[in-house]
């Protein structure tokens, strides 16, 4: 077999009602004849968008072959136990030039029972914010299903709902069952289990270039939400240069934000786990025993488990977002 080594895949491009252009614009990515792109799928195991390798000696194989063909070698022996060959992370860019619908996302139990797939938790990273941006997160008081319905009936859910302002940096953790949107003028960096089950609660009347509304799942979300009322609904971090700065840790992914301004070394011996840089400032050469990388913002890199020691040389700095499951 081919020895694995760090891969960089092809970038799957979605158009959305709500897309924008700071995809091609911001990330210098080229979607091509699409009218806009609301999203990208960088690393997906999603059955119906398998990723590409786009780099090296395994360009064209699907992420599905790689699992099949090195199983733990590719994503650690635990990993690999547990999730088989689902890779269990999905990365995206999300571009929203409008309010994306108002919903939510069913866990494992509930994802298993209906759609015999994965649960969605996720988290966010704000690339970039237009000025006055905000997105919802949970709600902003205590509530019930019948309060809920209520103000859902009623045209007036966003009532209930908790609003942030947004700036480039913020870090958003959503587990499965909170309701949310991304709001207009946001460009974020999204991590999350490998899962395409979205319920749309209320997507602001909207039609599409056919006038038609969106299907909305009112039912099928009331046994998903979470209707409690949190304290904090934004992760807090200190940002910090030239270190390792933790944001999130669950049992589906942990994520670290490394904002370097000089070169680095990173030790992977200690995890049975895959390592997922997705890049979103500045550039790397991402050097490892056999060869190098190099590694620019809107990359989203693959380092499999074989590989457990890596350098990031840099000469402008870089911030990157480092995943990986414990």
């Known amino acids: 077999m081919q020895t694995l080594y760090p891969l960089k895949f092809k970038t799957i491009y979605k158009d959305k009602i709500w897309g924008g252009q700071k995809i091609r614009t911001y990330l210098h990515k080229d979607f091509g004849s699409l009218p806009n792109c ?7 195991g999603v059955k119906s968008d398998v990723s590409v390798v786009a780099n090296g000696e395994l360009e064209g194989q699907s992420l599905a072959n790689l699992l099949e063909q090195y199983q733990g070698q590719l994503v650690g ?4 136990k547990h999730f088989g060959n ?3 992370l999905l990365v995206k860019f999300i571009d929203a030039n409008d309010d994306l ?17 994965f649960g969605k938790t996720e988290m966010w990273y704000v690339i970039e914010a237009d000025p006055g941006s905000t997105l919802i997160s949970g709600f902003n008081q205590e509530v019930n299903e019948q309060t809920y319905l209520e103000k859902l009936n009623s045209g007036r859910l966003t009532d209930i709902l908790n609003r942030e ?15 949310h949107t991304i709001g207009k003028g946001l460009l974020i960096a999204e991590i999350q289990q490998t899962s395409d089950i979205t319920y749309r609660i ?4 909207r039609v599409d270039d056919k006038g038609q509304k969106r299907e909305l799942h009112t039912e099928e979300a009331l046994a998903a939400i979470d209707y409690k009322h949190y304290d904090e609904y ?3 971090y200190e940002p910090k240069k030239n270190e390792s700065v933790h944001v999130v840790s669950c049992p589906y992914f942990t994520t670290n934000i490394l904002d370097f301004t000089e070169s680095t070394a990173k030790d992977y011996s200690n995890l049975d786990s895959f390592v997922i840089h997705v890049c979103v400032d500045g550039a790397y050469t991402l050097k490892f025993e056999g060869g190098e990388l190099e590694v620019k913002m809107g990359d989203s890199i693959l380092i499999p488990k074989t590989i457990n020691h890596v350098s990031l040389e840099t000469t402008g700095g870089f911030k990157i977002l480092e995943s990986y499951i414990e």
């Open 234 to 236: 934004k992760t807090k």
């Open 101 to 117: 619908s108002i919903q939510v996302h069913p866990n494992d139990e509930l994802a298993k029972k209906r759609h015999n797939s």
């Open 165 to 179: 302002d947004v700036q480039a940096g913020d870090v958003f953790f959503l587990p499965a069952g909170r309701v």
């Open 38 to 44: 609301g999203e990208t799928w960088e690393i997906s």
């Open 202 to 205: 209320y997507d602001f009347d």
């Open 77 to 80: 022996d635990k990993v690999y």
């Open 86 to 88: 689902t890779f269990p």
